[in-house]
Protein backbone atom coordinates (compact mmCIF):
# COMPACT_ATOMS: atom_id res chain seq x y z
CA UNK A 1 0.00 0.00 0.00
CA UNK A 2 1.19 2.93 -0.75
CA UNK A 3 2.51 5.45 2.08
CA UNK A 4 1.89 9.41 2.20
CA UNK A 5 3.40 11.50 4.49
CA UNK A 6 1.72 14.97 5.40
CA UNK A 7 4.32 17.73 7.56
CA UNK A 8 1.75 21.14 8.61
CA UNK A 9 2.01 23.31 11.70
CA UNK A 10 -1.86 23.30 12.00
CA UNK A 11 -2.47 19.92 14.08
CA UNK A 12 -6.31 20.59 12.42
CA UNK A 13 -5.30 20.58 9.03
CA UNK A 14 -3.31 17.36 9.63
CA UNK A 15 -6.25 15.47 11.06
CA UNK A 16 -8.34 16.67 8.24
CA UNK A 17 -5.58 15.15 5.77
CA UNK A 18 -5.24 11.82 7.57
CA UNK A 19 -8.93 11.17 7.74
CA UNK A 20 -9.37 12.19 3.68
CA UNK A 21 -6.43 9.71 2.53
CA UNK A 22 -7.42 6.81 4.86
CA UNK A 23 -10.35 7.08 3.16
CA UNK A 24 -9.01 6.97 -0.03
CA UNK A 25 -7.18 3.79 0.62
CA UNK A 26 -3.79 4.99 1.37
CA UNK A 27 -1.24 4.64 4.59
CA UNK A 28 -0.81 8.09 6.27
CA UNK A 29 1.80 9.70 8.24
CA UNK A 30 2.06 13.23 9.79
CA UNK A 31 4.22 15.61 11.70
CA UNK A 32 3.63 19.26 13.07
CA UNK A 33 7.85 19.01 13.56
CA UNK A 34 9.50 19.29 10.08
CA UNK A 35 13.04 18.39 11.57
CA UNK A 36 11.23 15.56 12.98
CA UNK A 37 9.60 15.02 9.88
CA UNK A 38 12.86 14.67 8.13
CA UNK A 39 14.01 12.19 10.55
CA UNK A 40 10.67 10.05 9.87
CA UNK A 41 11.32 10.07 6.53
CA UNK A 42 14.79 8.66 6.67
CA UNK A 43 13.19 5.67 7.91
CA UNK A 44 9.30 5.60 7.11
CA UNK A 45 10.88 6.13 3.19
CA UNK A 46 6.92 7.21 2.27
CA UNK A 47 5.99 7.43 -1.41
CA UNK A 48 4.91 10.98 -1.36
CA UNK A 49 5.52 13.74 0.87
CA UNK A 50 3.08 16.43 1.19
CA UNK A 51 4.59 19.87 2.91
CA UNK A 52 3.20 22.97 3.87
CA UNK A 53 5.38 25.89 2.50
CA UNK A 54 5.25 28.34 5.23
CA UNK A 55 6.44 26.23 8.59
CA UNK A 56 8.33 28.36 11.82
CA UNK A 57 11.50 26.04 11.81
CA UNK A 58 11.74 24.59 8.62
CA UNK A 59 10.07 25.76 5.19
CA UNK A 60 8.89 23.87 2.61
CA UNK A 61 12.10 24.68 0.66
CA UNK A 62 13.71 23.21 3.00
CA UNK A 63 12.08 20.49 3.29
CA UNK A 64 12.03 19.36 -0.14
CA UNK A 65 15.93 19.92 -0.18
CA UNK A 66 16.35 17.19 2.43
CA UNK A 67 14.08 14.81 1.63
CA UNK A 68 16.08 14.55 -2.34
CA UNK A 69 19.32 14.10 -0.51
CA UNK A 70 17.02 11.17 1.33
CA UNK A 71 15.78 9.43 -1.23
CA UNK A 72 15.51 11.40 -4.62
CA UNK A 73 12.62 9.03 -5.63
CA UNK A 74 10.43 10.09 -3.22
CA UNK A 75 7.67 12.69 -4.62
CA UNK A 76 7.01 15.84 -2.72
CA UNK A 77 4.04 18.32 -3.98
CA UNK A 78 3.85 21.93 -1.49
CA UNK A 79 0.91 22.90 0.54
CA UNK A 80 0.42 26.74 -0.12
CA UNK A 81 -2.03 29.61 0.41
CA UNK A 82 -2.86 32.00 -2.31
CA UNK A 83 0.00 34.15 -0.95
CA UNK A 84 2.60 31.74 -1.37
CA UNK A 85 1.17 30.72 -4.86
CA UNK A 86 4.77 32.20 -6.62
CA UNK A 87 7.00 30.02 -3.79
CA UNK A 88 5.26 26.89 -4.81
CA UNK A 89 5.97 27.55 -8.85
CA UNK A 90 9.54 28.38 -7.47
CA UNK A 91 9.59 24.90 -5.09
CA UNK A 92 8.85 22.70 -8.39
CA UNK A 93 11.86 24.38 -9.98
CA UNK A 94 13.48 22.96 -7.18
CA UNK A 95 12.51 19.27 -7.99
CA UNK A 96 8.70 19.56 -6.50
CA UNK A 97 6.32 17.32 -8.17
CA UNK A 98 3.12 19.98 -7.93
CA UNK A 99 1.35 22.19 -5.25
CA UNK A 100 -2.15 22.52 -4.55
CA UNK A 101 -3.69 25.40 -2.96
CA UNK A 102 -5.33 25.77 0.61
CA UNK A 103 -8.10 25.15 0.94
CA UNK A 104 -8.79 22.04 -0.98
CA UNK A 105 -11.37 19.93 -1.38
CA UNK A 106 -11.23 15.89 -1.08
CA UNK A 107 -11.32 15.24 -4.68
CA UNK A 108 -8.73 17.74 -5.46
CA UNK A 109 -6.75 16.21 -2.83
CA UNK A 110 -7.34 12.60 -4.62
CA UNK A 111 -6.56 14.20 -8.39
CA UNK A 112 -2.85 15.49 -7.27
CA UNK A 113 -2.26 12.23 -5.29
CA UNK A 114 -2.99 9.66 -8.63
CA UNK A 115 -1.11 11.79 -10.59
CA UNK A 116 1.74 11.37 -8.40
CA UNK A 117 1.60 8.03 -7.85
CA UNK A 118 1.21 7.34 -11.86
CA UNK A 119 4.75 9.51 -12.16
CA UNK A 120 6.11 7.09 -9.61
CA UNK A 121 5.52 4.12 -11.24
CA UNK A 122 6.29 5.82 -14.60
CA UNK A 123 9.84 6.41 -13.38
CA UNK A 124 10.04 3.33 -11.64
CA UNK A 125 9.03 1.19 -14.76
CA UNK A 126 11.92 3.48 -17.27
CA UNK A 127 14.64 2.59 -14.36
CA UNK A 128 13.95 -0.85 -14.31
CA UNK A 129 13.70 -1.03 -18.17
CA UNK A 130 17.51 0.94 -17.92
CA UNK A 131 18.34 -1.74 -15.67
CA UNK A 132 17.47 -4.58 -18.30
CA UNK A 133 19.31 -2.58 -20.62
CA UNK A 134 22.40 -1.76 -18.88
CA UNK A 135 22.71 -5.67 -17.90
CA UNK A 136 22.23 -6.82 -21.70
CA UNK A 137 21.48 -10.25 -22.03
CA UNK A 138 22.91 -10.87 -25.20
CA UNK A 139 24.39 -13.40 -26.46
CA UNK A 140 28.23 -12.85 -25.13
CA UNK A 141 26.31 -13.26 -21.04
CA UNK A 142 26.00 -16.68 -21.84
CA UNK A 143 28.77 -18.58 -20.17
CA UNK A 144 29.72 -21.50 -22.73
CA UNK A 145 31.63 -23.14 -25.22
CA UNK A 146 29.93 -26.64 -25.77
CA UNK A 147 28.48 -27.74 -28.66
CA UNK A 148 25.46 -28.07 -26.24
CA UNK A 149 25.34 -24.61 -25.57
CA UNK A 150 26.41 -23.28 -29.06
CA UNK A 151 23.25 -25.39 -30.14
CA UNK A 152 20.78 -23.29 -28.06
CA UNK A 153 22.18 -20.25 -29.11
CA UNK A 154 21.81 -20.90 -32.82
CA UNK A 155 18.02 -21.65 -32.00
CA UNK A 156 18.03 -18.29 -30.17
CA UNK A 157 19.44 -16.57 -32.72
CA UNK A 158 16.89 -17.81 -35.18
CA UNK A 159 13.73 -17.24 -33.50
CA UNK A 160 14.34 -13.88 -31.35
CA UNK A 161 13.02 -11.76 -34.06
CA UNK A 162 9.95 -13.77 -34.33
CA UNK A 163 6.46 -13.38 -32.52
CA UNK A 164 6.08 -17.33 -31.88
CA UNK A 165 5.49 -17.96 -28.06
CA UNK A 166 8.30 -20.18 -26.91
CA UNK A 167 8.71 -22.99 -24.04
CA UNK A 168 12.06 -23.12 -22.54
CA UNK A 169 11.97 -27.03 -20.77
CA UNK A 170 15.23 -27.50 -18.66
CA UNK A 171 15.87 -29.08 -14.68
CA UNK A 172 15.86 -26.66 -12.42
CA UNK A 173 18.93 -24.23 -12.20
CA UNK A 174 19.73 -24.60 -16.06
CA UNK A 175 19.25 -20.97 -16.51
CA UNK A 176 15.67 -20.85 -18.24
CA UNK A 177 14.93 -17.26 -17.21
CA UNK A 178 18.72 -16.40 -18.76
CA UNK A 179 17.68 -17.73 -22.02
CA UNK A 180 14.70 -16.14 -21.99
CA UNK A 181 15.87 -12.56 -21.30
CA UNK A 182 18.39 -13.62 -23.91
CA UNK A 183 15.21 -14.18 -26.41
CA UNK A 184 13.51 -10.70 -25.39
CA UNK A 185 16.89 -8.60 -25.69
CA UNK A 186 17.43 -9.68 -29.12
CA UNK A 187 14.16 -9.78 -29.98
CA UNK A 188 11.76 -6.18 -31.47
CA UNK A 189 10.54 -5.75 -27.86
CA UNK A 190 13.75 -5.07 -26.59
CA UNK A 191 12.39 -1.16 -25.57
CA UNK A 192 9.65 -2.36 -23.98
CA UNK A 193 9.21 -4.33 -20.65
CA UNK A 194 10.17 -8.17 -19.78
CA UNK A 195 8.00 -8.95 -17.09
CA UNK A 196 8.96 -12.07 -14.64
CA UNK A 197 6.28 -14.10 -12.78
CA UNK A 198 7.30 -17.38 -10.81
CA UNK A 199 4.00 -19.37 -11.42
CA UNK A 200 5.27 -21.76 -8.20
CA UNK A 201 5.91 -19.45 -5.35
CA UNK A 202 2.69 -17.81 -4.68
CA UNK A 203 -1.12 -19.12 -4.32
CA UNK A 204 -3.96 -19.44 -6.88
CA UNK A 205 -5.79 -16.31 -5.70
CA UNK A 206 -2.25 -14.39 -5.33
CA UNK A 207 -1.35 -15.46 -8.32
CA UNK A 208 -4.17 -14.18 -10.02
CA UNK A 209 -4.48 -10.68 -8.66
CA UNK A 210 -0.33 -10.43 -9.60
CA UNK A 211 -1.43 -11.34 -13.00
CA UNK A 212 -4.54 -9.90 -13.64
CA UNK A 213 -5.03 -6.76 -11.54
CA UNK A 214 -8.19 -6.24 -9.04
CA UNK A 215 -10.49 -3.16 -9.16
CA UNK A 216 -11.16 -1.16 -5.61
CA UNK A 217 -13.00 -3.13 -3.35
CA UNK A 218 -13.22 -6.54 -5.50
CA UNK A 219 -12.19 -8.10 -2.45
CA UNK A 220 -11.42 -7.45 1.28
CA UNK A 221 -8.36 -6.28 1.35
CA UNK A 222 -8.29 -4.35 -2.43
CA UNK A 223 -8.62 -0.74 -0.93
CA UNK A 224 -7.14 0.44 -4.65
CA UNK A 225 -7.33 -0.20 -8.41
CA UNK A 226 -3.78 -1.91 -9.15
CA UNK A 227 -3.72 -3.05 -12.61
CA UNK A 228 -1.49 -6.89 -12.93
CA UNK A 229 1.33 -7.77 -14.38
CA UNK A 230 -0.05 -8.39 -17.75
CA UNK A 231 -0.67 -4.38 -18.47
CA UNK A 232 2.70 -4.15 -17.09
CA UNK A 233 3.91 -6.67 -20.32
CA UNK A 234 2.04 -5.18 -22.65
CA UNK A 235 3.87 -4.74 -25.79
CA UNK A 236 6.88 -6.63 -24.22
CA UNK A 237 7.36 -9.85 -23.53
CA UNK A 238 5.72 -12.07 -20.14
CA UNK A 239 7.73 -14.53 -19.04
CA UNK A 240 5.75 -17.57 -16.98
CA UNK A 241 8.24 -19.68 -14.90
CA UNK A 242 7.64 -22.80 -14.24
CA UNK A 243 4.18 -22.70 -15.57
CA UNK A 244 3.46 -26.34 -15.06
CA UNK A 245 2.97 -25.25 -11.75
CA UNK A 246 0.16 -22.81 -12.90
CA UNK A 247 -3.80 -24.26 -11.67
CA UNK A 248 -6.01 -25.78 -13.93
CA UNK A 249 -8.19 -23.01 -13.32
CA UNK A 250 -5.46 -20.36 -14.27
CA UNK A 251 -4.59 -21.97 -17.47
CA UNK A 252 -8.09 -21.50 -18.49
CA UNK A 253 -7.83 -17.62 -17.72
CA UNK A 254 -4.59 -17.83 -19.36
CA UNK A 255 -6.06 -19.86 -22.93
CA UNK A 256 -8.63 -17.09 -23.43
CA UNK A 257 -5.86 -14.21 -22.96
CA UNK A 258 -3.62 -15.57 -25.88
CA UNK A 259 -7.11 -16.88 -27.55
CA UNK A 260 -8.68 -13.00 -27.26
CA UNK A 261 -5.64 -10.65 -26.09
CA UNK A 262 -7.91 -9.17 -23.78
CA UNK A 263 -8.72 -9.38 -20.37
CA UNK A 264 -10.23 -7.76 -17.15
CA UNK A 265 -8.98 -7.07 -13.67
CA UNK A 266 -10.52 -8.75 -10.78
CA UNK A 267 -13.79 -7.44 -10.38
CA UNK A 268 -13.87 -5.20 -13.29
CA UNK A 269 -15.56 -5.53 -16.26
CA UNK A 270 -13.78 -3.44 -19.01
CA UNK A 271 -12.30 -5.51 -21.26
CA UNK A 272 -8.27 -4.75 -21.39
CA UNK A 273 -6.22 -5.09 -24.36
CA UNK A 274 -3.04 -6.67 -24.46
CA UNK A 275 -0.42 -7.50 -26.91
CA UNK A 276 2.77 -9.58 -25.66
CA UNK A 277 5.25 -11.89 -26.55
CA UNK A 278 4.73 -15.56 -24.12
CA UNK A 279 7.60 -17.09 -23.08
CA UNK A 280 7.00 -20.19 -20.86
CA UNK A 281 9.62 -22.54 -18.74
CA UNK A 282 9.41 -25.70 -17.01
CA UNK A 283 11.10 -28.63 -15.34
CA UNK A 284 8.07 -30.57 -15.80
CA UNK A 285 6.97 -33.27 -18.30
CA UNK A 286 4.02 -31.15 -19.65
CA UNK A 287 2.55 -34.02 -21.85
CA UNK A 288 2.69 -36.27 -19.34
CA UNK A 289 0.67 -33.70 -16.76
CA UNK A 290 -1.66 -33.44 -19.98
CA UNK A 291 -2.36 -37.69 -19.87
CA UNK A 292 -2.65 -37.16 -16.03
CA UNK A 293 -5.36 -34.02 -16.35
CA UNK A 294 -2.68 -31.91 -15.02
CA UNK A 295 -2.05 -29.35 -18.00
CA UNK A 296 -4.58 -28.29 -20.75
CA UNK A 297 -3.72 -29.78 -23.85
CA UNK A 298 -5.02 -26.56 -25.62
CA UNK A 299 -3.25 -24.19 -23.46
CA UNK A 300 0.10 -26.37 -24.32
CA UNK A 301 -0.49 -25.96 -27.92
CA UNK A 302 -0.78 -22.45 -27.39
CA UNK A 303 2.52 -21.97 -25.74
CA UNK A 304 4.69 -24.80 -27.04
CA UNK A 305 5.31 -23.26 -30.61
CA UNK A 306 8.53 -23.03 -30.56
CA UNK A 307 10.66 -25.55 -27.77
CA UNK A 308 14.17 -24.94 -26.49
CA UNK A 309 15.67 -27.76 -24.69
CA UNK A 310 18.43 -26.50 -22.56
CA UNK A 311 21.03 -28.76 -21.45
CA UNK A 312 22.22 -29.52 -17.64
CA UNK A 313 25.34 -28.38 -16.95
CA UNK A 314 26.59 -32.65 -16.82
CA UNK A 315 26.04 -32.63 -20.94
CA UNK A 316 27.56 -29.07 -21.22
CA UNK A 317 31.53 -30.81 -21.00
CA UNK A 318 34.51 -28.45 -20.90
CA UNK A 319 32.03 -24.90 -19.70
CA UNK A 320 32.45 -25.91 -15.90
CA UNK A 321 35.75 -24.43 -15.17
CA UNK A 322 34.27 -21.07 -17.53
CA UNK A 323 31.45 -21.15 -15.71
CA UNK A 324 33.54 -21.52 -12.23
CA UNK A 325 35.99 -18.61 -13.05
CA UNK A 326 32.61 -16.14 -14.66
CA UNK A 327 31.51 -16.58 -10.73
CA UNK A 328 35.02 -16.77 -8.79
CA UNK A 329 35.98 -13.15 -10.58
CA UNK A 330 32.37 -11.77 -9.46
CA UNK A 331 32.41 -13.16 -6.19
CA UNK A 332 36.12 -12.23 -5.37
CA UNK A 333 35.50 -8.79 -6.57
CA UNK A 334 32.37 -8.29 -4.53
CA UNK A 335 33.88 -9.60 -1.32
CA UNK A 336 36.79 -7.85 -2.39
CA UNK A 337 39.34 -10.70 -2.18
CA UNK A 338 42.19 -11.08 -3.94
CA UNK A 339 41.26 -14.58 -4.95
CA UNK A 340 42.28 -15.15 -8.70
CA UNK A 341 42.18 -18.84 -9.20
CA UNK A 342 41.41 -22.59 -8.54
CA UNK A 343 44.19 -25.25 -8.16
CA UNK A 344 44.10 -28.12 -10.86
CA UNK A 345 43.20 -30.75 -7.64
CA UNK A 346 39.88 -28.44 -7.06
CA UNK A 347 38.58 -27.95 -10.68
CA UNK A 348 39.22 -32.09 -11.16
CA UNK A 349 36.64 -31.95 -8.24
CA UNK A 350 34.17 -29.65 -10.00
CA UNK A 351 33.99 -30.85 -13.20
CA UNK A 352 33.95 -34.57 -11.96
CA UNK A 353 30.97 -33.76 -9.93
CA UNK A 354 27.26 -34.48 -11.34
CA UNK A 355 25.77 -31.10 -10.61
CA UNK A 356 22.11 -32.15 -10.24
CA UNK A 357 21.12 -28.34 -9.03
CA UNK A 358 23.24 -27.51 -12.81
CA UNK A 359 24.46 -23.81 -13.10
CA UNK A 360 22.55 -22.38 -9.82
CA UNK A 361 24.32 -25.01 -7.47
CA UNK A 362 27.94 -24.56 -9.32
CA UNK A 363 27.44 -20.95 -8.44
CA UNK A 364 26.70 -20.84 -4.75
CA UNK A 365 29.44 -23.73 -4.67
CA UNK A 366 32.08 -20.95 -5.73
CA UNK A 367 30.11 -18.46 -3.31
CA UNK A 368 30.96 -20.55 -0.38
CA UNK A 369 34.84 -21.26 -1.91
CA UNK A 370 35.15 -17.84 -1.99
CA UNK A 371 34.28 -16.72 1.77
CA UNK A 372 36.35 -20.06 2.91
CA UNK A 373 39.30 -19.12 1.10
CA UNK A 374 42.12 -17.36 2.68
CA UNK A 375 44.58 -17.16 -0.07
CA UNK A 376 44.74 -16.18 -3.63
CA UNK A 377 43.92 -19.95 -4.66
CA UNK A 378 40.92 -21.80 -3.79
CA UNK A 379 41.82 -25.26 -2.92
CA UNK A 380 39.93 -28.65 -2.49
CA UNK A 381 39.48 -27.93 1.36
CA UNK A 382 37.32 -24.95 0.25
CA UNK A 383 34.77 -27.18 -1.17
CA UNK A 384 31.77 -28.81 0.29
CA UNK A 385 31.87 -31.88 1.88
CA UNK A 386 28.99 -32.98 -0.02
CA UNK A 387 31.26 -32.66 -3.44
CA UNK A 388 34.74 -34.05 -1.82
CA UNK A 389 32.64 -37.43 -0.67
CA UNK A 390 30.89 -37.68 -4.20
CA UNK A 391 34.08 -37.54 -5.99
CA UNK A 392 35.85 -39.69 -3.37
CA UNK A 393 33.43 -42.68 -4.19
CA UNK A 394 34.36 -42.11 -7.88
CA UNK A 395 38.22 -42.77 -7.16
CA UNK A 396 37.75 -45.67 -4.93
CA UNK A 397 35.41 -47.54 -7.58
CA UNK A 398 38.08 -46.25 -10.25
CA UNK A 399 41.10 -47.59 -8.06
CA UNK A 400 39.27 -50.91 -7.33
CA UNK A 401 38.82 -51.65 -10.94
CA UNK A 402 42.27 -50.92 -11.98
CA UNK A 403 44.35 -51.97 -8.53
CA UNK A 404 46.37 -54.97 -8.82
CA UNK A 405 46.65 -55.50 -12.79
CA UNK A 406 49.43 -54.74 -15.20
CA UNK A 407 48.79 -51.64 -17.33
CA UNK A 408 47.12 -53.44 -20.35
CA UNK A 409 44.42 -55.50 -18.29
CA UNK A 410 43.75 -51.65 -16.37
CA UNK A 411 43.13 -49.78 -19.05
CA UNK A 412 40.96 -52.20 -20.79
CA UNK A 413 39.09 -52.25 -17.36
CA UNK A 414 38.98 -48.57 -17.31
CA UNK A 415 37.56 -48.29 -20.88
CA UNK A 416 34.92 -51.10 -20.31
CA UNK A 417 33.43 -49.16 -17.26
CA UNK A 418 33.95 -45.85 -19.18
CA UNK A 419 31.95 -47.44 -22.22
CA UNK A 420 28.93 -48.70 -19.94
CA UNK A 421 28.76 -45.44 -17.99
CA UNK A 422 28.67 -43.38 -20.90
CA UNK A 423 26.53 -45.52 -23.16
CA UNK A 424 23.95 -46.11 -19.97
CA UNK A 425 23.64 -42.18 -19.67
CA UNK A 426 23.50 -41.30 -23.04
CA UNK A 427 20.73 -43.79 -23.41
CA UNK A 428 19.03 -42.50 -20.71
CA UNK A 429 19.01 -38.92 -21.81
CA UNK A 430 18.01 -40.12 -25.41
CA UNK A 431 14.93 -41.36 -23.76
CA UNK A 432 16.41 -45.25 -25.00
CA UNK A 433 15.93 -43.84 -28.60
CA UNK A 434 18.58 -45.62 -30.26
CA UNK A 435 19.20 -43.75 -33.38
CA UNK A 436 18.93 -40.51 -31.18
CA UNK A 437 21.39 -41.82 -29.10
CA UNK A 438 24.08 -42.74 -32.23
CA UNK A 439 23.41 -39.56 -33.88
CA UNK A 440 24.86 -37.74 -30.85
CA UNK A 441 27.47 -40.17 -30.22
CA UNK A 442 29.07 -39.66 -33.60
CA UNK A 443 28.41 -43.37 -34.20
CA UNK A 444 26.40 -46.12 -36.29
CA UNK A 445 23.27 -47.44 -34.72
CA UNK A 446 25.55 -50.76 -35.21
CA UNK A 447 27.71 -49.84 -32.86
CA UNK A 448 25.11 -49.02 -30.27
CA UNK A 449 23.86 -52.31 -30.45
CA UNK A 450 27.10 -53.75 -30.39
CA UNK A 451 27.90 -52.30 -26.53
CA UNK A 452 23.98 -52.81 -25.80
CA UNK A 453 25.02 -56.55 -26.06
CA UNK A 454 28.24 -56.39 -24.83
CA UNK A 455 27.32 -55.08 -21.64
CA UNK A 456 24.05 -56.85 -21.51
CA UNK A 457 22.22 -53.26 -20.85
CA UNK A 458 18.36 -53.41 -21.80
CA UNK A 459 15.73 -50.61 -20.72
CA UNK A 460 13.83 -52.47 -17.75
CA UNK A 461 17.12 -52.75 -15.89
Not at 389 to 402: P, Q, T, Y
Not at 438 to 448: E, F, H, M, N, T
Request: with cysteine.
Amino acid sequence: MNNIFVIDDEQDFLENCLRIIKKQGYECLTEKDPEKAIERIGTERPDIVLTDLKMPKKDGIEVLKEVKKIAPEIIVIMLTGYATVQSAVEAIKEGAFDYIQKPFSAEQLRVVIERALKQKRLVEENRNLRMQLETTYNFENIIGTSEAIRAVLEIVKKIAKSEANILILGESGTGKELIARCVHTNSSRINKAFVPVDCASLPENLLESELFGHEKGSFTGAHITRPGLLEFANAGTLFLDEIGDLSINLQAKLLRVLQEKNFRRIGGRKLIDVDMRLISATNRDLKEAIKKKEFREELYYRIDVITINLPPLRDRHGDISLIAYHYLRHFANLNKKPIARISPEAMRFLEGFHWPGNVRELQNVIERAVSFCEGDTITVNDLPDYIKEKIADVMVERHEISSGLEFKKAKEKWLESFEKEYLIELLNRCGWNISKAAKLAGVDRKSIHRWLKKYKIDEKK
